[in-house]
T-cell receptor, first 115, second 111 residues
């Protein structure tokens, strides 16, 4: 596609439920990032992939959060046993290469609401 | 990654020039300065990037003084559609580097 695509756009989960959020990056982009954005805050880094390798997962808030990119393209962010504090917008971004001198393209995000 | 400080909010009127300054006192030699724009319910969008002096594109200009401890994003003749949050990011070019966002500057443009 022309841009980064995320699905679903909106997700409502009951507390304790598992969720899976999907990101389709721009074709050929090596780097893929996941961010969490709470209301009124800037995006907070979660994890970073270079191709299929997860190079940095220092931002994942707990072991309930898991991300994968098995074939170096589509990525899934999974949250187990969701809690209310997980409610946020989850943003995915991709870039042609890594590093700050390349433009990152963001998807529209998935708004997760845990009730 | 160098920490950045920018105003929480700014107000302007249509047709005015807006300058948003970002402080990054601990910027490293290899660090670039990048600005992103975010509209409500959308992901951030790259605006401009620079290393030193001045960079200009069709959207904005970026001014960076010689000491590189600050930078100023300049938006000429803003319109209502420029109402958004603007983030200043600083980081290097290693391909393992991630984008670190602060709280950004919320720009409100009035008619």
């Amino acid at each position: 596609g022309a841009g980064v695509s995320q699905s679903p756009r909106y997700k409502v989960a009951k507390r304790g439920q598992d969720v899976a959020l999907r990101c389709d990056p721009i074709s050929g982009h090596v780097s893929l990032f996941w961010y969490q954005q709470a209301l009124g805050q800037g995006p907070e880094f979660l994890t970073y992939f270079q191709n299929e390798a997860q190079l940095d997962k220092s931002g994942l808030p707990s072991d309930r959060f898991f991300a994968e990119r098995p074939e170096g393209s589509v990525s899934t962010l999974k949250i187990q046993r969701t809690q209310q504090e997980d409610s946020a917008v989850y943003l995915c971004a991709s870039s042609l290469t890594g590093g700050m001198n390349t433009e990152a393209f963001f998807g529209q995000g998935t708004r997760l609401t845990v009730v | 990654l160098a920490k950045t400080t920018q105003p929480i909010s700014m107000d302007s009127y249509e047709g005015q020039e807006v300058n948003i300054t970002c402080s990054h006192n601990n910027i490293a030699t290899n660090d670039y300065i990048t600005w992103y724009q975010q509209f409500p319910s959308q992901g951030p969008r790259f605006i401009i990037q620079g290393y030193k002096t001045k960079v200009t594109n069709e959207v904005a200009s970026l001014f960076i003084p010689a000491d590189r401890k600050s930078s100023t994003l300049s938006l000429p003749r803003v319109s209502l559609s420029d109402t958004a949050v603007y983030y200043c990011l600083v980081g290097a070019t290693r391909n393992t580097d991630k984008l670190i966002f602060g709280t950004g500057t919320r720009l409100q443009v009035f008619p």
